[in-house]
């Protein structure tokens, strides 16, 4: 049986969230793009039955408002990240990271920007979990 050290499974598991965060921003510019379309046709529909505010598209402009927010949010959490990653793909100073998340965190719900704050919390939380079992 091998051994592996436990700053190796640190990296293993920091190297897939990191992987699951790029997956998640991919994910989100996919949905921006698919409401952005709905959008545009609900624009088109709303002149064509002459400007009826029945048909208006402002809640689906709302909509792609808060879906921008979290793919705005998500790109910042990866240029965090990045200036943690070294040229191997590992995260050597994880922990500084952890603290710069952290502090972004913190620093969104100081400016009552709660849904990024809670965008942020979400890959904070998986980083600290990280971290404190392998300690």
């Known amino acids: 049986m091998a051994i592996i050290s436990k700053e190796a499974e640190v990296q293993e598991e920091l190297i897939t969230i990191y992987e699951h965060l790029l997956n998640k921003r991919s994910i989100i510019q996919d949905e ?58 590992y995260f050597p100073e994880y922990g500084e990271m952890y603290d710069t998340l952290y502090r972004t965190m913190l620093q969104f719900a100081n400016e009552e920007n709660y849904e990024c704050a809670a965008f942020v919390k979400i890959w904070v939380d998986q980083i600290e979990k990280i971290i404190i079992q392998k300690s």
């Open 32 to 89: 921006l793009k698919s409401i952005r379309k709905r959008f545009e046709k609900q624009c088109d529909v709303f002149i064509m039955n002459g400007y009826n505010e029945e048909k208006s598209p402002i809640i689906t402009n709302k909509i792609y408002h808060t879906k921008f927010i979290e793919y705005d949010t998500h790109c910042h959490i990866i240029d965090i990240v990045n200036d943690f990653k070294d040229v191997y793909g």
